[in-house]
């Protein structure tokens, strides 16, 4: 096709020209913002200089000059000041330090590295402004003092601790004189205290995330320049042609029934590629299921949600020297798959007919909703990254928690909009999910009967299945069980019941076996609480005995009953005390993240930047023994220091619409059960999501991606499952 003719189609209308005015626009706006926004040096002076009289701005001086006035037992040498070891080091101060400046910013060179320091900063009387605030944090004195830890295990080196420039208090008046008090706690030996600099440092570079928006708008312009300029008119019949072409042989004729079959070998060989390290396996499989995939695009979806129990403990060995994860490559290879899937259907003018019918699915106002919510927080996940101070970790989890979130969506729904039987599509995705949650379950009662791989922790011995926390693995199954239990009990076809009610069996006896408290006291509590309400209203609905109510609250007697030989065990004993142990340092953990979120309103302090922002600015003292925790444990907490407020809130409404969504399909008896159960299964997680974590873990996100769009239906198709 001549490029002539092309450029003629896209640019023929006025509007399409200035699209693409807009769209070069903003691209070269947002490059160019990117591009002068790059971090600059920190500091303007080279060295500290040992013969600074006063403090006068801009000066950078070591500590060991005139103007620092020490009180108790200093070290002082040409790296640094260095405190010594008090007699009471919990009780007092191990250094205190004074000095005035005159000037706009003070910094501080601070040694950090692994061990445990922190100290207490007062810029005439008041707390230093560009430092942490914790009520109830108090200095020596009883006053309200800056706050920073010296613990960062990722700068210690082995020279020793890594010195980095801390700005800690900014005043408006360049020309005045401040007073400054100083208090070291602990960190005797590290030389903790380095250098300090008047208007030292270079200005912090502007922010970047106006150059990200752009270029955002830019992505945006782009994708409705293309779905409206005459770009399908001029390809389509190079695109008919070789569909014609290329139909029978990728989609050929009885090749969804074939697909069926080859994709329980295609799982098999996979999964014995992996155990084995076996690339050419591994490699074989992978095509096998992706030829199955391009039949029906269920079936590479179904085998994606399968092995998410899988992810942490077993890559993809697709090379000698190289795996992937089975998320990128499940979502990526999935995207793929349905993009060609759809251009055979689409431009092949056997099936245009059944492509139209196919393509008559209906519009739900509630799921393009939660669509647009998913999209913008994927795009603001976006700006808390590339404004986080670990940008580079924060990309990642970008990419691996949200984007794949969003991709996954996209998969999702693509894959049921092109199906030709969606009910039956969706039956393979959900029995993947659950067949998937019961291996991992069964899994994990091995390893209790065969004390294998158990974590013993307060008196219990608690599985975890192939997670490295039993918590992870009571997370994933707790949303797996909640269906099981609504088919097993409301379903109407005794096959199903009986089924729902073993797979339900398997599930909950591995939930206890991980003693997580999150489930035990929160999501299953609050799982089987929506189930009795819903029950309530769906045998109101068929005019039902609400007796097989009191087989829920049966349920949960019987799980009481599994629980009471360990009532007697630490973990259990320990549950409301709050001065020590699990429960008081959630207490502590928890009002750090709170300050942490008040002073990060916009977008908070990143994806995965929670543990280095945690450990080296909010720690309280009290908590210092569990300093290593990479989430605040409370998800509103967990989405508002991650994202901020703005994530916070889109995370609030995309929660309330995907449970509003399942009760209303509940009241309009439109698969009453699966709704119920998927409803109790959101409700479980979001209640266990207060002491826990909830959604910012790939697998986890896939599954609240599940919760969100399963299941759609066509008003002509028969129920999803009986119920």
Wanted: proline residues 7%.
């Amino acid at each position: 096709m001549p490029y002539s003719r092309l450029y003629t189609a896209l640019a023929s209308k006025p509007s399409a020209r200035v699209l693409w005015i807009c769209f070069a626009v903003t691209l070269l706006a947002g490059s160019a913002w990117l591009w002068f926004v790059r971090p600059q040096p920190m500091t303007k002076i080279s060295d500290p200089s040992a013969t600074v009289i006063a403090l006068h701005g801009p000066v950078l001086a070591a500590m060991g000059t005139q103007p620092f006035v020490y009180e108790k037992a200093w070290q002082l040498s040409e790296i640094g000041a260095d405190p010594r070891e008090p007699a009471e080091p919990w009780r007092e101060p191990a250094g205190i330090l004074r000095f005035t400046y005159t000037g706009a910013e003070l910094a501080i060179l601070l040694a950090a590295g692994d061990y445990w320091g922190y100290l207490y900063i007062t810029v005439d009387g008041q707390p230093a402004n560009l430092l942490p605030v914790l009520p109830g944090n108090l200095n020596s004195r009883g006053e309200r003092s800056g706050y920073r830890t010296l613990y960062a295990p990722e700068q210690q080196t082995t020279a020793g601790p890594t010195p980095q420039w801390v700005r800690v208090h900014r005043a408006g008046d360049a020309s005045l004189t401040h007073e400054v008090y100083i208090e070291v706690w602990r960190s005797w030996g590290q030389i903790p205290l380095r250098a300090v600099a008047i208007d030292g440092l270079s200005a912090p570079p502007s922010p970047a995330w106006p150059g990200v928006v752009l270029l955002l708008c830019a992505g945006w312009l782009l994708v409705v320049i293309l779905r409206n300029a005459a770009l399908p008119i001029v390809v389509s019949q190079a695109l008919c042609n070789a569909a014609r072409r290329l139909r029978p042989l990728l989609l050929p004729t009885g090749g969804e029934r074939a697909a069926q079959s080859f994709a329980a070998v295609a799982i098999l060989l996979l999964a014995t590629g992996v155990l084995w390290r076996s690339s050419p396996l591994t490699l074989g499989a992978l095509c096998l299921l992706a030829w199955c995939g391009l039949q029906r695009p269920a079936l590479w979806v179904a085998a994606l949600v399968l092995g998410l129990p899988f992810y942490y403990t077993y890559p993809l060995p697709i090379l000698p020297t190289r795996s992937v994860g089975l998320i990128d490559i499940g979502i990526l290879g999935g995207l793929v798959l349905i993009i060609i899937h759809g251009l055979l259907r689409h431009f092949s003018p056997t099936d245009r007919v059944s492509t139209a019918t196919v393509t008559q699915q209906p519009k739900h106002a509630t799921v393009q909703r939660m669509t647009l919510l998913l999209g913008g927080i994927v795009c603001w996940a976006l700006l808390a990254a590339v404004e986080a101070t670990h940008t580079e970790l924060a990309l990642r989890e970008w990419r691996t928690v949200f984007l794949n979130g969003g991709l996954f969506a996209l998969l999702l729904l693509a894959t049921l909009r092109l199906s030709t039987h969606p009910s039956t599509d969706q039956q393979w995705i959900l029995g993947g999910w659950i067949a998937g949650a019961t291996l991992v379950a069964l899994v994990g009662i091995w390893q209790y009967a065969s004390n294998e791989m158990v974590v013993s922790a307060e008196g219990v011995q608690r599985v975890r299945g192939f997670y490295g926390s039993p918590n992870n693995l009571a997370l994933y199954l707790e949303r797996a069980l909640a269906p099981m239990v609504a088919l097993a009990l409301f379903a109407r076809a005794t096959q199903w019941r009986w089924l729902a009610g073993g797979v339900a069996a398997i599930l909950g006896g591995a939930l206890l076996l991980t003693f997580s408290k999150g489930a035990l006291l929160f999501g299953v509590p609050a799982m089987l609480a929506v189930l009795w309400l819903g029950g309530i209203h769906l045998l109101r609905q068929r005019k039902q005995s609400r007796r097989l109510l009191w087989l829920l609250a049966g349920i949960g007697g019987v799980a009481i009953l599994a629980l009471t030989p360990f009532l007697g065990t630490e973990r259990f004993q320990r549950l409301l005390d709050f001065q020590q142990g699990t429960g008081f340092v959630r207490l502590q953990l928890w009002r750090s993240a709170w300050q942490m979120a008040l002073d990060h309103p916009l977008f908070g302090v990143g994806p995965d930047n929670f543990l280095y922002a945690y450990r080296s600015f909010y720690l309280l003292p009290a908590a210092w023994q569990e300093p290593n925790l990479n989430h605040p444990h409370n998800w509103p907490l967990d989405w508002w220091t991650r994202l901020g407020l703005p994530g916070l809130l889109m995370a609030l409404l995309w929660f309330v619409t995907l449970l509003r969504r399942h009760w209303r399909q509940l009241r309009t008896n439109r698969q009453p059960v699966l709704h119920l159960g998927l409803l109790a299964a959101g409700v479980a997680a979001l209640a266990h999501g207060l002491i826990d974590a909830s959604y910012a873990l790939p697998d986890l996100m896939l599954i609240w991606i599940l919760l969100t769009y399963m299941p759609l239906t066509a008003a002509d198709e028969p129920p999803l499952l009986p119920g």
